[in-house]
């Protein structure tokens, strides 16, 4: 009897040490999330303003405004989504709906694993010879969305692949035994079921697009334009490079610090808002599958 | 004529025989239980008889099944069509994320009928059918998973009603639930009797008596003993099936 009661004591107090050990780390990297999004605050709050976010850049981008920049970086996500949305979507229904498990299934996700890998850098010297030169499309938006598109590409499959996958296969059979096909199964109760889920890879990707630099830098990004884009094989400049150029090129730390860390701020609260735009659409998409 | 006839059926998965040369009768407007132990190949065998086998990778099925004196494994054999003939209730009640009305008219509607008001009449039809209409018709708007694990399991002999099949496959359709809603789904099987053919597994050996016609017992993948359900209960001719409806194994 002594020894259980010692035994079940231990229990209690190993239970206790660890989750309060979980608790810590989890409240670590919220801290880490915190300290960063405060840290820009506190730096680039001054610098924002209706000026800054709708003016053109002037004086060696130290004055006025990123207002070409924005609009930039919101033509390539438009531009990758198109892209990527459709293709990455599909690709990932039918690895997952279509293949068999054999060895093609399990190339094509050794692929896509691996193209998850590969640097970001990579993607842009591949953009550059393809789309820029090789298709001629030269430094555009075009060519810039294309490679952005690609990079987000095995983001966007794996999370619509696993999405699929985590949906019991009783639905489906279901639907096959009362007559409907396959592309009805996937049309009508596989995919509805599925999309809130495959929304949450778009908001990854999304995010990874309009914060990426590398893949951008040889196939769009213009470093000093004070105009916008008026079609799709313009270049336009894009914040995440705008940043970079601020950080590095500029003569006058003093007046460009607060100009980088506003556009900084500026970036970080697109991408908030994006995600939650994406999150409301998560919602709504969930609310129409009555789950309960 | 019989409504089902399935001559030397042998099934693999891969280089497994999950049945070995079944032969078995069915007529129509009859429920035939069939029993056996786990893993015996009573559920595979209801399988093949809307295909759903099909589905698997690696099966191979050898054999015929007639249904109403057409094989059902002939090339030209739309499956679609054979699944509308044949519908199929499965252990776990599987409704879709959808409103009650949606999940009974998911299969008019994936078989193209739209007619509003059709559909409608036809959704009503059978939930009476299935004896659920008097406890959704006010809530038909909310979500299948409202309903409890009986209704649910009602719900989904609903839906396949509502596609006018002509044989009924249930896999273990109250394994899942309480005797109550067990009660209600066995008086429900009796009922459609009349108008449809029914084949149900089952691992309870009370209810196979209760429910059917005829019984069938396999063993190891094979077909042991089928007959008229009170002489295999009864009267078993082969040991093996003496000994699993006694308890002795199972």
Redesign the interface.
């Known amino acids: 009897m002594k020894s259980s009661e010692k035994y079940n004591k231990n229990k209690k107090r190993n239970q206790i040490l660890v989750f309060s050990l979980f608790r810590v780390l989890n409240i670590a990297v919220i801290a880490i999330l915190i300290l960063i999004l405060f840290f820009i605050f506190i730096r680039g709050y001054k610098t924002l303003s209706w000026e800054f976010i709708t003016a053109m850049p002037e004086e060696g981008m130290t004055k006025g405004g990123i207002y070409p920049a924005i609009i930039g970086t919101l033509c390539l996500i438009g531009g990758s989504i198109i892209f990527a949305f459709p293709l990455g979507i599909f690709s990932g229904i039918y690895i997952n709906e279509y293949t068999?498990?054999n060895w093609f299934k399990r190339f094509v996700s050794m692929m896509t694993n691996n193209l998850a890998g590969i640097p970001s850098i990579v993607f842009g010297l591949f953009g550059m010879a393809l789309f820029v030169n090789t298709l001629g499309f030269g430094d555009s938006i075009i060519a810039g969305s294309l490679t952005l598109g690609i990079l987000t590409l095995p983001v966007i499959i794996k999370t619509t692949e696993e999405a699929l996958k985590s949906i019991?296969d009783?639905?489906r059979?279901?639907?096959?035994?009362?007559?409907?096909?396959k592309l009805?199964t996937i049309r009508?109760?596989i995919l509805?079921?599925a999309f809130p889920n495959i929304i949450t890879g778009l908001i990854l990707s999304v995010g990874r697009v309009s914060g990426e630099t590398a893949p951008i830098l040889f196939t769009v990004a213009a470093y000093f334009l004070p105009k916008l884009p008026s079609g799709i094989f313009d270049q336009v400049m894009a914040l995440p490079y705008h940043l970079y150029v601020i950080s590095t090129s500029g003569t006058n730390i003093t007046e460009s610090r607060p100009v980088a860390y506003g556009t900084a701020l500026v970036l970080i609260i697109m991408i908030l808002i994006i995600n939650l735009l994406a999150n409301g659409l998560r919602m709504f998409f969930k609310n129409k599958?009555?789950?309960? | 004529m019989y409504k089902i006839e399935t001559t030397n059926i042998n099934l693999f998965y891969g280089n497994f025989q999950a049945l070995t040369d079944i032969n078995l009768l069915i007529k129509e407007n009859t429920v035939t239980a069939l029993i056996g132990p786990s893993g015996c190949g009573k559920s595979t065998y209801l399988r093949t008889l809307n295909r759903m086998n099909d589905l698997i990778d690696d099966v191979r099925i050898e054999g015929k099944v007639l249904i109403d004196g057409k094989d059902i494994y002939e090339k030209k054999v739309d499956v679609v069509e054979l699944r509308k003939q044949v519908g199929m209730v499965f252990q776990k009640a599987n409704p879709f994320p959808k409103s009650i009305f949606e999940n009974v008219a998911f299969g008019l509607r994936v078989n193209g009928i739209n007619d509003q008001k059709y559909v409608a009449e036809e959704v009503e039809r059978s939930l009476r059918r299935a004896a659920l209409w008097d406890e959704v018709k006010d809530k038909l708007k909310k979500s299948a998973f409202e309903l409890s694990g009986g209704q649910q399991q009602r719900l989904c002999i609903a839906r396949a009603l509502a596609i006018k099949p002509s044989v009924i496959l249930m896999d273990e359709p109250a394994s899942a639930l309480d005797p109550i809603s067990t009660a209600k789904i066995e008086e429900l099987i009796y009922d459609l009797k009349k108008n449809y053919t029914i084949i149900i597994v089952t691992h309870n050996m009370q209810q196979a008596a209760r429910v059917s016609d005829n019984t069938a017992f396999f063993y190891l993948g094979k077909l042991i003993e089928h007959g008229v359900t009170k002489e295999i209960f009864l009267n078993p001719v082969k040991e093996a099936t003496q000994n699993y409806i006694t308890g002795r194994f199972g």
């Open positions: 068999k498990n019991d009783s639905f059979l279901g639907s096959y035994a009362l007559g409907a096909t009805q009508k109760v509805p079921i599958v009555k789950m309960n």
